[in-house]
């Protein structure tokens, strides 16, 4: 399974747009993109995935470069409870497809 | 659907004692996973199923720790002896068996052991 490289922090300012960056130079021509998040205390929750198009939902935007190495998740409007941490999950290709998660990035959304 | 259901959502023991948490999986899903949570560690896959048989248990920790499903409706994670390091939070998740599929988690068993 591919490995993905996150920073482990970043701050954005209430109703700005949060970026957050993910590297997966390794990643399978077969593997999707994940994006999970986690507010302290609860279960990881999932926020959006992609193999190689672009996707947008109703939490998220997820860009994916072309040569899909890495990919960036963009929250448009953060707000408070946007305060997680967020992982970056390249999804194996073996039966189940099992999520393997990183040390993510913690974003702090602030006033 | 009520989610994944876990249980307890807190557990305190005695160091030695036997622990025993427990899965039910959403309806329909034939993947599901254990994962552990620490803060030294974060959070480590312990075992996976797919349609109720063990895939891959290469994150047990070790032999005191053992994980059944004996259908498609309920897992069990079991330590016996526990040792106070066996204290995270244990979050059980399930999904359709599909490397598109997302992954739902549960709120989690936080397990301490004294």
């Known amino acids: 399974d591919a490995k993905t490289t996150q920073p482990p922090s970043m701050d954005c300012a209430e109703g700005r747009a949060a970026n957050l960056p993910c590297n997966h130079s390794t990643i399978s021509g077969n593997e999707y993109v994940y994006w999970y998040r986690q507010i302290h205390s609860q279960g990881p929750q999932y926020i959006i995935h992609g193999l190689k198009n672009n996707e947008t939902n109703e939490m998220a935007s997820l860009i994916i470069t072309e040569d899909r190495k890495s990919s960036t998740l963009i929250l448009p409007h953060a707000t408070l409870r946007d305060t997680a941490v967020y992982y970056c999950i390249v999804r194996g290709a073996n039966q189940g497809g099992k999520l393997i998660f990183g040390q993510g990035t913690e974003l702090s959304v602030k006033p | 659907d009520a989610g994944v259901i876990q249980s307890p959502r807190h557990e305190v023991t005695e160091m030695g004692q036997e622990v025993t948490l427990r899965c039910k999986p959403i309806?329909?899903?034939?993947?599901l996973f254990w994962y552990r949570q620490t803060m030294m560690r974060g959070l480590e896959l312990l075992i996976y199923?797919?349609?109720?048989?063990?895939?891959?248990d290469s994150g047990m920790p070790e032999d005191r720790f053992s994980a059944k499903m004996p259908n498609a409706s309920f897992s069990t994670l079991k330590i016996q002896p526990s040792e106070p390091r066996d204290s995270a939070v244990y979050f059980c998740?399930?999904?359709?068996?599909?490397?598109?599929?997302?992954?739902?988690f549960g709120q989690g068993t936080r397990l301490t052991v004294v």
């Open positions: 998740a399930s999904s359709t068996d599909t490397r598109r599929a997302e992954a739902f």
């Open positions: 309806s329909g899903h034939n993947s």
């Open positions: 199923f797919n349609n109720n048989v063990p895939i891959d």
